[in-house]
């Protein structure tokens, strides 16, 4: 990536507010303006909680070459392959390119910054590894 494919960008915390519509509906997402300063190379967004867990996001992998989630508030459960892992604010996750995984519960102050590339990457729901725990009622 060089300075003459991408712009400066400088997005301040009232410019863009969280909306639906994202990859997830029990998520609200705030765009960061970082696909478009990088031409579609990188996207940046801070993702929240909306509703309680119920089902999860069920078992899935990502088509990305770069997956990190810094949790901001709160905490989320993720089940990375056979491994249940607890995600606390100031945690970092890399999220190794095809890894297998699930969010299946998370409190209700939730919220992480999602810094992926591409910005475009693909979802694809797969056969999960091993049971996933019931989130606890909110």
Not at 16 to 27: A, I
Not at 103 to 110: A, G, I, T
Not at 116 to 133: M, N, R, S
Request: aromatic share 12%; charged share 20%.
């Amino acid at each position: 990536m060089t300075s003459e494919s991408t712009t400066f960008s400088h997005v301040k915390a009232g410019d863009t507010p969280f909306v639906s519509g994202g990859l997830r509906d029990f998520f609200l997402y705030r765009d960061l303006g970082i696909a478009e300063a990088t031409g579609g190379k990188v996207i940046a967004h801070l993702v929240k909680a909306n509703e309680a867990p119920e089902a999860g996001t069920g078992w899935h992998r990502h088509q990305a070459d770069f997956h990190i989630v810094i949790m901001l508030k709160g905490w989320a459960r993720f089940m990375y392959e056979d491994k249940d892992t607890l995600v606390e604010a100031g945690d970092c996750v890399h999220q190794r390119p095809g890894i297998t995984h699930f969010l299946y519960d998370y409190s209700p102050d939730m919220e992480y910054l999602e810094i992926v590339g591409p910005a475009d990457f693909g979802t694809l729901d797969v056969e999960g590894p091993c049971p996933v725990p019931a989130p606890k009622p909110w």
